[in-house]
C-alpha cells in the first residue's frame, strides 16, 4: 500500500479500499475502535470496503475521559457502523492493582486489553480477521532499535491462539496523514479534529497506582481543563491536551485549615507527527482560571501546575 511518498488522499483511499477487499474477500472483520481518529478512518475505510461485515467493539476500560463512552457509541450512530460497547473497567483495574512502573502498567493494560477484545471477537461467528488503527508512529515507538519507548497494545500484542489475520490499513502513516485521509472520507470534524488520545487513556496520565478513586480525581480535573478549552477558542489551536494527577500532594489551605492534598499537572502541546513536539503559550489568564476551578471543583486537589516541556527529551504523555 503506501510506501513513503507523499500522500495522495483519494489515491491512498481508492488502493487501500482495493486491498482491503482483496485480503479479506467476503470474510468478518473485527475492529477495535478507540472513539479517536486512528480508528475511526481505520472502520470507515472497511466499511467502504466490505460493508456490514464489519463489526466494531468500544471497550471502557475505565480509563476514559468523563462521560466518553456514552459520547463516542452516540457519535459513531451517525457514522452507521455497526458497533458494540462493552464495559469492563473492574477487570482493568484488577489486572493493574498494585502495579507503579509505567512500562508495566502500559503492559497491563495492553493485555487485559487484547484479553477483553479477543473474549468479544471469538464470540463474533465466523470472524477472520482483526483490523487495527495502527499507524507508523505507534510501530516506531513499540520497536525502535534503541529500545522500546512506549509499549502499544496494537504492537505485538495479540494472542498467538487467536488466530486472526491482520488488517493495518494505516501504518504506514503518521497523524497528519491519517486527517487527510479522514477528510476524503468525508468524516465529521468531531472526530478529525479530536485531539490524539492515548490506548491506555487516562491510565498514562495517572501517575502510580491505579483505583477508581484516583481515575475520578483526574476525570473530573481533565473536563474542566478541556471544557475551558473549547470556551476560550483553544482547542481547536492545540495538536494535544489533558491534566495529569501527579504521583505527589502538597500542603495548602481551605477555610483556613492545613489540607495535604494531590497535585494536577496540566499539558498542551503542538505537533505534526507526534515525533516532536512544542509546548502551547496559553494565556496566563486562562491557566489561572483552569487552576481555580480544578481547586474548587474537584474534591482532593489543592494545586495545580502547566508542563512546559518539549518533545524530546519529555514524550507528550508522562507515562
Not at 165 to 175: D, N, R, T
Request: net charge negative.
Amino acid at each position: 500500500m503506501y510506501n513513503g511518498e507523499k500522500l495522495a488522499p483519494k489515491q491512498f483511499v481508492e488502493d487501500a479500499v482495493k486491498e482491503i477487499k482483496a485480503q479479506v474477500g467476503n470474510d468478518i472483520v473485527i475492529l477495535g475502535l478507540s472513539g479517536g481518529v486512528d480508528s475511526t478512518v481505520t472502520a470507515l475505510l472497511i466499511d467502504k470496503a466490505i460493508g456490514h461485515n464489519l463489526q466494531c467493539i468500544f471497550v471502557d476500560h475505565g480509563l476514559l475521559r468523563k462521560n466518553e463512552f456514552e459520547t463516542v457509541l452516540k457519535n459513531y450512530e451517525s457514522l452507521g457502523l455497526n458497533v458494540k460497547g462493552v464495559r469492563a473497567a473492574d477487570r482493568f483495574f484488577a489486572a493493574c492493582k498494585g502495579i507503579t512502573d509505567p512500562e508495566l502498567k502500559r503492559k497491563a493494560i495492553g493485555k487485559t486489553f487484547v484479553d477483553v477484545f479477543a473474549d468479544e471477537a471469538r464470540a463474533v461467528k465466523d470472524a477472520k480477521w482483526l483490523a487495527q488503527g495502527t499507524i507508523w508512529p505507534d510501530i516506531a515507538e513499540s520497536k525502535s532499535d534503541k529500545g522500546t519507548i512506549k509499549s502499544h497494545h496494537n504492537v505485538g500484542g495479540l494472542p498467538e491462539d487467536l488466530h486472526f489475520g491482520l488488517v493495518e490499513p494505516l501504518k504506514y502513516l503518521y497523524k497528519y496523514e491519517v486527517r487527510e485521509v479522514g477528510k476524503e472520507l468525508g468524516l465529521d470534524r468531531k472526530f478529525l479534529e479530536r485531539h490524539p488520545f492515548p490506548g491506555p487513556g487516562l491510565g498514562v496520565r495517572c501517575l502510580e497506582e491505579l483505583t477508581p478513586e484516583r481515575i475520578h480525581i483526574l476525570q473530573e480535573a481533565d473536563a474542566i481543563f478541556i471544557d475551558n478549552l473549547y470556551e476560550a477558542g483553544l482547542y481547536d489551536k492545540i495538536w494535544q491536551a489533558g491534566a495529569i494527577l501527579l504521583p505527589i500532594r502538597s500542603t495548602g489551605v481551605t477555610d483556613g485549615r492545613r489540607t495535604y492534598e494531590n497535585v494536577i499537572a496540566l499539558r498542551a502541546v503542538n505537533s505534526v507527527d507526534a515525533v516532536t513536539a512544542e509546548v502551547i503559550d496559553l494565556p496566563f489568564e486562562f491557566l489561572q482560571k483552569v487552576a481555580k476551578e480544578i481547586i474548587a471543583q474537584v474534591d482532593g486537589v489543592n494545586r495545580v501546575v502547566f508542563d512546559i516541556s518539549p518533545k524530546p527529551p519529555a514524550t507528550i504523555e508522562w507515562e
